[in-house]
């Protein structure tokens, strides 16, 4: 069946700029989480969706950042007045519920910010 | 949770050998722990998983090992092979992610 997907894979924008990232999940699954990775680095947890429940905003490193999950499905990250250091790549993951369930990861957006 | 780290710690194992990867976690009510591989250019891929309420489970190839006592999680990887190189995370009742090791195999 279909994985996770997201898109676009590669994005390059203007320092100020706004970006919008999107994930589709697998069909069916509840959770959906968005991870950044900076180049040989670690995972660093941003945002999380469990269902119909408020979303758990406590990894989002500034105000700049924020996602919104419609339908409980597809899901938008966005970025605004992107600075050079949010340059990295942006990983998007879903599980079929909540946290103790394997989560199944998409390919990423690379975001070069220059 | 463990913060990420600025550099990823190498592990360089012979081609044939066994790889044990480890992994510290923080949160002693975690319940929940998972093993991922990520090979360059891609999303992190399940291996294998364990539950708190046991020591130990095998996968093909691979075992994972709990030990709660010093919130300590390994990951051993039997007869190396060079599509093992990548890089290994633990995760504690996702979301929260180690900081990742990187299994170089030497030929």
């Known amino acids: 069946g279909a994985g996770v997907s997201q898109s676009p894979s590669n994005k390059v924008t203007e320092k100020g700029k706004d970006v919008e990232l999107r994930c589709d999940p697998i069909?069916?699954?509840?959770?959906l989480y968005w991870y950044r990775q900076s180049l040989g680095q670690g995972l660093e947890f941003l945002i999380y969706?469990?269902?119909?429940?408020?979303?758990?905003k406590s990894g989002l490193p500034s105000d700049r950042f924020s996602a919104e999950r419609t339908g409980g499905s597809v899901s938008t990250l966005t970025i605004q007045r992107t600075q050079q250091e949010d340059s990295a790549v942006y990983l998007c993951?879903?599980?079929?519920?909540?946290?103790?369930?394997?989560?199944?990861f998409g390919p990423g957006t690379r975001l070069t910010v220059t | 949770g463990e913060s990420v780290g600025l550099h990823l710690p190498t592990l360089s194992v012979q081609e044939g050998d066994n790889s044990i990867i480890n992994c510290a976690y923080s949160?002693?009510?975690?319940?929940?722990f998972i093993w991922y591989k990520q090979e360059s250019g891609k999303g992190p891929q399940f291996i294998i998983d364990?539950?708190?309420?046991?020591d130990k489970r095998q996968g093909q190839r691979v075992t994972v090992l709990l030990n709660k006592t010093v919130k300590h999680l390994s990951l051993q990887i039997a007869a190396t092979q060079p599509g093992d190189s990548a890089v290994y995370f633990c995760?504690?009742?996702?979301?929260?992610f180690g900081k990742g090791t990187r299994l170089h195999i030497l030929p």
């Open positions: 993951a879903s599980s079929p519920g909540g946290a103790g369930l394997e989560q199944y």
């Open positions: 069909s069916g699954h509840t959770a």
């Open positions: 969706f469990q269902g119909n429940s408020a979303p758990d």
């Open positions: 949160n002693s009510a975690s319940d929940y």
């Open positions: 364990i539950r708190s309420n046991m």
């Open positions: 995760a504690e009742d996702p979301p929260i």
